[in-house]
Nanobody
Framework: QVQVVESGGGLVQPGGSLSVSCTLSGLNFNIYNIYWYRQAPGQQRELVAGIMTDATTKFGEAAKGRFTILRNNAEKWVTLQMNRLNTEDTGTYYC???????????WGQGTQVTVSS
């Protein structure tokens, strides 16, 4: 059974930092690209960051220069480190595991990040 589990969300003040993690099991982690998406209330889900099987990375515009993403193939997790957070970073953060070219792909249940003073 495949499990994609996010953790580490919470409340942080503007300007602060927070790290969220995604732990995967039940699949061959090494062959999956892993992405973080987020969704604010009333908004569409948007790309935050991704890390490919060869460790190359990509970032959404809002994350560039502020966020980093790392993967650990041995322990099957991906971490998103978020710095200089602002209120627009508030939302539910989802982990997505992508297997090219046609899947299967998997979503986690999400973890809430709230940036507020």
């Amino acid at each position: 059974q495949v499990q994609v589990v996010e953790s580490g969300g919470g409340l942080v003040q503007p300007g602060g930092s927070l790290s969220v993690s995604c732990t995967l099991s039940g699949l061959n982690f090494n062959i999956y690209n892993i992405y973080w998406y987020r969704q604010a209330p009333g908004q569409q889900r948007e790309l935050v960051a991704g890390i490919m099987t060869d460790a190359t990375t990509k970032f959404g515009e809002a994350a560039k220069g502020r966020f980093t993403i790392l993967r650990n193939n041995a322990e099957k997790w991906v971490t998103l480190q978020m710095n200089r957070l602002n209120t627009e970073d508030t939302g539910t953060y989802y982990c997505w595991a992508e297997l090219l070219p046609i899947g299967p792909n998997y979503w986690g249940q999400g973890t809430q990040v709230t940036v507020s003073s």
